[in-house]
């Protein structure tokens, strides 16, 4: 097959694509449509693994770019065990979203929550969670330590927060001109609740010098390029949020084992701050003495302009800033775009809002293009960064085609933009309304 030559294989659709021009495909936009299954590299042969359900033996033998036969002779879609639903952006490295419908329970289940790998996941069955260690150091760590899992269950206190955790890139679809890197929609937040230890407690336990300024993390994913020298990501936050009584080093997501994919058997929970900062497959912890400079911490990674710049512009790395706490931001989880409803009957619709660091204090709602709004019923979060529930019902005064649009406003008073806000290079941050399509008839 010809580079970049579609062929239908069932229900999908799969492109061979030259393996020089991978990232420049994966990275791009031309790799979106959910359906395209470019198996590029040798080093996607876990990503591989994975979703036929076993090893491959011969791996070693597979001809780069191979779509393996089981894929070609089933009409099942595309699936990675244990998850259910999502809208698949990428496969290598493996990034897949949650359809808003599908974020309408409390607390998201673990099928539902999104999956964004930079890299490839340590083999499920490689993992020995009796073997595990995660390191505490750094430079500015008194008595660096490394603890099992069942040293940090049994020497400090458990803690449950439902905590959001929403990628930096989050709606990043829709930005004008285009940025490169997943084309999420609004799908890349999820918000259950996570167990483990507080941060804080395991640090203290370690000590902190007065000069510690950062932590980062390390985890156990692999480089897309199978260098194992090469760090995937290695992001962290200022102390001031790791020593929050809702950061957490969780082992457990709604009561279970958090899924492979996000993170098993140990990850860094860090809710509000962009999802990038919550390490997955988590072994170390650094306590640093300046502002950490691991992997996608510098340079334009989850950095926006420090001042706004006009839409297209370059700008150098010393006029970008590191995100912390994410947006005010709202969807709706019920009903599903698109959807008809009958005139005259009461149109009851819902979904979630959340504001990084801060809580939301309204949500309004428009049926008319923004043009008047009501107040939606708003409910306070279980507990601090966890997303709220909200409700609101209306009628239409005739039939046609209406948009319903929601807009949350945070605690400071700072609402929703209508349209994409803040253009910045890599497309973060995009909180616009999110609005559905209703037909009326
Ligand atoms: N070790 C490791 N941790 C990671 C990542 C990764 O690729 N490797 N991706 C980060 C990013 S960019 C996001 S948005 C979240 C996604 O978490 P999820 O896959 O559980 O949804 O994990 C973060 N932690
Ligand atoms: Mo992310």
Redesign the pocket.
């Known amino acids: 097959m010809k580079k970049n030559e579609k062929k239908e294989i069932g229900l999908h659709e799969a492109y061979f694509i030259d393996p020089s021009e991978a990232d420049k495909s994966i990275f791009g936009r031309e790799v979106n449509p959910t359906t395209r299954r470019g198996f590029l590299k040798k080093s996607s042969l876990l990503a591989m693994a994975a979703i036929v359900g076993s090893n491959i033996p011969f791996a070693n033998q597979m001809p780069g770019g191979l779509i393996p036969a089981l894929l070609a002779d089933t009409t099942t879609p595309f699936k990675i065990a244990g998850k259910d639903g999502l809208v698949y952006l990428n496969d290598r490295p493996v990034n897949a979203e949650t359809p808003p419908h599908l974020l309408d329970d409390m607390f998201t289940p673990a099928k539902h ?7 490839v996941p340590p083999e499920e069955s490689s993992i020995d969670v009796n073997a595990w260690r995660l390191e505490i150091s750094g430079e500015s760590c008194l008595n660096p330590q490394s603890f099992s899992i069942a040293d940090l269950k049994s020497k400090f206190k458990h803690h449950t927060y439902a905590l959001q ?1 929403e ?1 930096g890139g989050n709606g990043r679809s829709e930005v004008s001109p285009p940025a490169k890197g997943n084309q999420w929609t609004v799908g ?1 937040i ?1 918000c259950g609740r996570w167990t483990g230890v507080k941060l804080k407690d395991v640090l203290n336990a370690c000590g902190i010098k007065d000069d510690a300024v950062y932590v980062g993390y390390y ?1 156990a ?1 692999v480089h897309l390029s199978g260098d194992p020298s090469r760090v ?2 290695s992001r962290g936050v200022p102390m001031s949020k790791a020593l929050e009584d809702e950061t957490l080093i969780a082992w457990s997501y709604e009561g279970e084992d958090i899924p492979h ?3 098993f058997p140990l990850r860094l929970i860090a809710g509000g701050f ?3 900062v ?4 988590l072994t170390k912890i650094v306590i640093r003495n300046k502002e950490h400079d691991g992997e996608k911490m510098t340079g334009q990674s989850y950095r926006v302009p420090c001042n706004p710049v006009a839409p297209g512009s370059k700008v150098p790395n010393e006029d970008m800033c590191i995100i912390e706490s994410m947006p005010v931001k709202s969807i709706i989880t019920y009903p599903k775009s698109g959807v008809t409803h009958a005139l005259g009957e009461v149109f009851a619709f819902r979904g979630k809002a959340w504001a990084g660091d801060l809580s939301v204090s309204d949500m309004d709602i428009s049926i008319d293009f923004g043009a008047t709004w009501q107040k939606a019923v708003l409910k306070k979060p279980v507990n601090r960064l966890a997303w709220q529930e909200w409700e609101a019902s209306t009628k239409f005064p005739k039939k046609g085609y209406y948009e319903v649009w929601a807009r949350a406003t945070d605690t400071n008073g700072k609402a929703q933009p209508i349209i994409v806000p803040g253009w910045n290079p890599r497309g973060y941050l995009n909180n616009a309304c999110h609005r559905i399509a209703v037909q009326v008839v």
Do not use: Q, T
């Not at 929550?113 to 890299?119: A, L, Y």
């Not at 919550?278 to 497959?281: D, E, L, R, V």
């Open positions: 929550f999104f999956i964004r790998n930079n890299g955790l990628c890349a999820g985890g994913d995937v990501i994919y996000n993170g962009p999802a990038s919550s390490g997955k497959w």
